[in-house]
Every structure is written in C-alpha cells, then in structure tokens.
C-alpha cells in the first residue's frame, strides 16, 4: 500500500484544484515559509478523518476552506481526496486502488467518499483501523509527535502499540458491543 495522490480543492492555501503525484520512493516537500508544506500534511490528516481543529492548527473546522485574498474570492467548500494503492490488500477493500474524499461546506456539512460512494465518518476510520494511517494512525509524526508519545498517559501510550500490532479492531468492536 501506498500513497498514490493526492487532490485538494479550496483546501486552506489551495483555492485551485490541485493534483499531486507520487510514486514509491521518497518524496521531499520544500519551499519557503508559508507556502503550504504543512498545510499538504493537514490536507492528508483532514481526509483520513481528523476531527481535532488544533491538530488541523486551525481554531473552528471553517477554517480549512479556502478563507479568500485580496485578489482571490473565498471557496464555498474544502475538498480532498487521497488516492492509494491497495494491490497487496491491506486495506479491506477488494480494489487495487481506493480513493477517500472527504468534502466540507460552510454549512457545516460534510461529506465522506470511498471510491466515489458516499460513505459516514465511521466507515472511513474503519477502512483506515490497524493499518496505521487514519485518526489514531502513527504514519503522520506531526512537530511534537514524539514528545507526545513517549510522556503520554501509559493507556494512550499502548493504543499506539495496539494499533502498531494491529489489533485496534477488535477493541474497537468490543467498546461498540459495550454500549448496545
Ligand atoms: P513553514 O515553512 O513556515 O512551516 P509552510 O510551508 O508549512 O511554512 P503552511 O503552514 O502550510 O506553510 O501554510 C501557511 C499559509 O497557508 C499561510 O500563508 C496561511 O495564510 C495560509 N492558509 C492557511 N489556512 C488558509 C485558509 N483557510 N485560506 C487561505 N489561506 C490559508
Ligand atoms: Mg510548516
């Protein structure tokens, strides 16, 4: 599995649509300050599901639309869809390829799609369970990442392991047994 591309329009500092590409070996994102490197990470963050405004460095979940410049007028919707490759499977999915988009109005409405069906919040943090990427993944390591882990509370601590030895699934269903 891996990250195929990754399409954002009217996200943050991206009012255009904006296709990037990559390919197996390593990607380096540069440029200088300000000129959206971090935002291309939050964009990555924000499909897989992030609901968390501060880890999106943002203080209302408006504020990943596309807010306008002098010369550029505001978009009315975020939208982001990341691409990837699924030959080996490891996402449950009997596709080669899956695309997530997630799409956000200053409504408040929002929008989730696997491969073009429209899908809840939900099924996207459960394609995502057990393999590292989504919400509770580790295969983002934001600025302060590591700090977090090694001083976090040792239950929070070991929801980074469990989802490392995937087995997340299955506390999952057991809290959702719980409740029912
Ligand atoms: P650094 O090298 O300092 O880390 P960076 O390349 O990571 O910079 P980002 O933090 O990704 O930069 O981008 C910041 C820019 O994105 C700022 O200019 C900010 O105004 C712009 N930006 C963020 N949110 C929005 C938004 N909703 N609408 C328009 N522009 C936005
Ligand atoms: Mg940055």
Known sequence: MYLKALMLQGFKSFPEKTVLTFDQSITAIVGPNGSG???LSDAVRWVMGEQSTRALRGGRMEDVIFGGTAKRRQTGYAQVSLVLDNSDHRLPREENEV?????????GESEYYINRDAVRLKDV???FLDTGLGREG????????IDEI????STDRREVFE????????RHRKEEAQRK
């Open 37 to 39: 490197k971090s935002n």
């Open 125 to 127: 943090s459960e394609l």
């Open 99 to 107: 695309m997530v988009t997630r799409r956000y109005y200053r409504s």
């Open 150 to 153: 090694l001083s976090q509370r």
């Open 138 to 145: 580790y295969a983002i390591i934001g600025q302060g990442r």
């Open 163 to 170: 989802e490392a030895a995937g087995i997340s699934r299955f």
